[in-house]
């Protein structure tokens, strides 16, 4: 299976901040990886898909970029709506894998 | 407007199979080139796709490793729904279980959940 790390597993900042979360790949995978979302409570919601593309109705402070083993997932302003739990997954080989999560919190 | 509705129980006890449905509104189970996922989250394991099965003029099923030779997912046309059965249940198998609709089939990207159901194995 492909081991996804994503980086760090917990980050604190404030409102307004840019924020930057990475997600290593244990092999190339091209661009073939998604974003989510995760609230308590909630299941998770699809934010980035193909590494760099934005999902319909998704705010475009939230963006996406890299490919083969190390991709990076960015909100340009962080809102204290965007406090989650964010999960990177991989769909270049089965079984599609996930990383194991970045907890985000308000400053 | 496409919604997932998961149905079944809570509480499984060990060794027994663990049944779950979720049944589809605003799409097809058969539609093309739509998949249909089962996916659980425990926090020992963390998020872990289980399998999925689509149509392209007939039927595929794919299986997570992890659960081969316990796992079944089958699709239902008639009530358009897909179901999940975990057989041999563990108390490892705790996790809150959700369906997930991949729209689109090349990316594998999981836009529509249900709701989830936490699901403890437990005499």
């Known amino acids: 299976d492909i081991q996804m790390t994503q980086s760090p597993s917990s980050l604190s900042a404030s409102v307004g901040d840019r924020v930057t979360i990475t997600c290593q790949a244990s092999?190339?995978?091209?661009?073939?990886l998604n974003w989510y979302q995760q609230k308590p409570g909630k299941a998770p919601k699809l934010l980035v898909y193909?590494?760099?593309n934005l999902e319909t109705g998704v705010p475009s402070r939230f963006s996406g970029s890299g490919s083969e083993t190390y991709f990076t997932f960015t909100i340009a302003s962080l809102q204290p709506e965007d406090i989650a739990t964010y999960y990177c997954q991989q769909f270049e080989n089965l079984p599609f894998t996930f990383g194991q999560g970045t907890k985000l919190e308000i400053k | 407007q496409v919604q997932l509705q998961q149905s079944g129980p809570g509480l499984v006890k060990p060794s027994a199979t663990l049944s779950l449905t979720c049944a589809i509104s605003g799409d097809s189970v058969s539609n093309y080139p739509v998949t249909w996922n089962w996916i659980r989250q425990s926090p020992s394991r963390g998020l872990e796709w289980l399998g999925r099965a689509y149509y392209r003029s007939k039927w595929y099923i794919d299986y997570a490793v992890s659960v081969k030779g316990r796992i079944t997912i089958n699709p239902d046309t008639s009530r358009n729904q897909f179901s999940l059965q975990l057989n041999s249940v563990t108390p490892q198998d705790t996790a809150i279980y959700y369906c997930?609709?991949?729209?689109?089939?090349?990316?594998?990207?999981?836009?529509?959940w249900g709701q989830g159901t936490m699901v403890t194995v437990s005499s």
């Open positions: 193909a590494a760099s």
């Open positions: 997930a609709r991949d729209p689109r089939g090349g990316d594998d990207s999981f836009d529509i």
């Open positions: 092999q190339d995978i091209g661009n073939h």
